[in-house]
């Protein structure tokens, strides 16, 4: 086995420092292109998950009090020098993820630094209300949190870490960040740039590891908030176990998203659109646009181009910046995908290309399309997390609608349509948090971004984000005698 080619110093980034504690169970991160260990790190001990916390509490306290103006300056510095070394955390979040370098370099370290800056930005503009009383006032205050706990998905860790950070701290709170155990390395990176830029020991801390601590982060007295990003088992555990200390909670959970398009579409947008909701990341992404609903005139010609341009996408090593598509993030993911299509073909869809894995080393998985897909086959149901499109055909707008809402999930949907008046009712009737009218799966950091239904609840991003991490406190300002009746 080759040595490690990403080891961080050590696993865990507490109070303003690497920490070890070989006491924690071992456990390896890989390159899932060739199957080597780019790391060996080893998971939190609850003695260190004590330290985290007892660290992030001590230094909430001052943070709060700063300056906003202040907070919001360090975040922005730490977003500039995320933008210098773009180049090397995209490679190392490449060698996490596998993820082809074409897409890091522009969807992971920069859409981390666009939070920070965003909420750098916006730090210093929190305020609360005068509420006019008659002789009396109230007015309001909009406080942080306190210690809030993160908990990370695989396929954006470096976005995911910052879309937490980035709101979290802006507005007084600390952060305690566990990323999936699958790509444990870009938070380390960020914890490092962050005390570059000038945040305090204690505000943002990275402890490694699997559901246990992200367990023991959800439980904890100290935790004031939790925000995971994860699959909707993991959220319906998370979300009872915060429901126990009547912690508040954001959810950014799956999907399987509807993306509809109709007869007047632009063909090659719609192409285009169905390819970025099913294939960017490998299929690893929680809005895709997995079932794609056709209008029946549009069936053929659509279907065409869709094959023409998936063939021709080139899968490879992701460390080629002309690779368009690297493999799954681990074998586990791979496998699930691979029964997924195996499913899909025993169910009775027609595949029309792909449905095998890719090459016999490494994690990759042919971008697949499925075509005659109906509402009732598991691939239609069910989130693959993988590259798997699946084409179900439509043919009026009601019925659409329907078909497109009878789901559990509702974290997103997409509509092509040269038509602006049916794309607006369209999307109104949406049971989705996000909606794109002739676009897919851009998520700007100017967006609240979140789901319905089984997908979560509680926004990132946007100006909704505040909600989120701060809460409200009234003081009641009596300017009169006191009226007691005795
Ligand atoms: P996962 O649910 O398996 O794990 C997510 C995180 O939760 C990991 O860090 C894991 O260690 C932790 N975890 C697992 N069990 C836990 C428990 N009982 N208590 C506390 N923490 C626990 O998800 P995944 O496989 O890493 O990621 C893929 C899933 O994430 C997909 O369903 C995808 O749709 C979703 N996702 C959602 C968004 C979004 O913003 N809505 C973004 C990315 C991914």
Redesign the pocket.
């Given at each position: 086995m080759s040595a490690p080619i990403a080891q961080p110093r050590a696993s865990h980034f507490i109070d303003g420092a690497y920490v070890e504690d070989s006491a924690g169970a071992t456990f390896e991160s890989h390159f899932a292109a060739t199957g080597e260990v780019i790391a060996r790190l080893h998971a939190a001990t609850p003695a260190l998950i004590d330290r985290a916390l007892d660290a992030a509490t001590a230094a909430q306290k001052d943070w709060a009090a700063a300056l906003p103006v202040a907070r919001g300056r360090i975040l922005i510095r730490a977003a500039q020098i995320l933008r210098e070394r773009n180049r090397a955390l995209s490679e190392l979040e490449t060698l996490d993820t596998g993820k082809p370098l074409q897409e890091t370099l522009v969807a992971d370290a920069a859409s981390a630094a666009d939070a920070l800056e965003y909420f750098g930005g916006m730090a210093a503009t929190v305020t609360g209300q005068t509420i006019p009383l008659g002789r009396d006032m109230a007015y309001t205050l909009r406080e942080p949190l306190g210690v809030c706990a993160g908990?990370?998905?695989?396929?954006?860790p470096i976005q995911?870490a910052a879309?937490k950070a980035a709101p979290a701290l802006a507005f007084g709170n600390a952060l305690v960040f566990?990323?999936?155990?699958?790509t444990p390395l870009s938070a380390l990176a960020l914890a490092e740039i962050l005390v570059e830029a000038g945040l305090p020991s204690g505000l943002f801390n990275v402890l490694q590891?699997?559901?246990?601590?992200?367990?023991?982060?959800?439980t904890d007295p100290r935790v004031a908030k939790v925000s995971?990003?994860?699959?909707?088992?993991?959220?319906r555990?998370?979300y009872a176990?915060a429901a126990e200390g009547i912690r508040p909670v954001t959810?950014?959970?799956?999907?399987k998203s509807p993306l509809i398009i109709f007869d007047d579409a632009d063909i090659e947008n719609a192409v285009g659109a169905a390819m970025l909701g099913n294939f960017y990341s490998a299929g690893?992404?929680?809005?895709?646009g997995t079932r794609v609903f056709v209008q029946k005139g549009l069936r053929a010609p659509f279907l065409k181009r869709l094959t023409e341009r998936t063939e021709a996408i080139r899968l490879g090593d992701p460390r080629a910046e002309a690779t368009q598509m690297g493999p799954l993030?681990s074998p586990a993911?791979m496998a699930k995908v691979l029964r997924y299509i195996a499913l899909g073909q025993s169910e009775g869809a027609r595949l029309v290309c792909g449905g095998a894995r890719h090459g016999a080393t490494g994690c990759f998985v042919a971008p697949t399309i499925f075509a005659d897909v109906t509402d009732e086959m598991a691939i239609a149901r069910e989130?693959i997390?993988g590259p798997v499109l699946s084409v179900l055909d439509f043919e009026t707008e009601d019925e659409v609608i329907a078909r497109a809402n009878a789901s559990e999930f509702g974290?997103a949907a997409g509509v092509f349509t040269r038509d602006l008046a049916r794309a607006h009712r369209v999307v109104a009737r949406l049971e989705a948090g996000t909606c794109w009218i002739n676009a897919y799966n851009l998520t700007p950091v100017e967006m609240p971004?979140?789901?319905v239904k089984a997908?979560?609840l509680g926004r990132?991003n946007g100006h909704a984000a505040l909600e989120h991490y701060t809460r409200v406190k009234s003081v009641y300002l009596g300017l009169g005698d006191v009226d007691a009746p005795y």
């Open positions: 908990i990370g998905a695989w396929n954006y995911i879309w566990k990323p999936s155990e699958v590891g699997g559901a246990e601590v992200g367990a023991a982060l959800a995971l990003t994860g699959s909707v088992p993991t959220g555990k998370v176990a959810m950014e959970l799956g999907g690893q992404i929680c809005t895709n993030a993911q989130e997390f974290l971004f979140g789901g997908s979560g990132e």
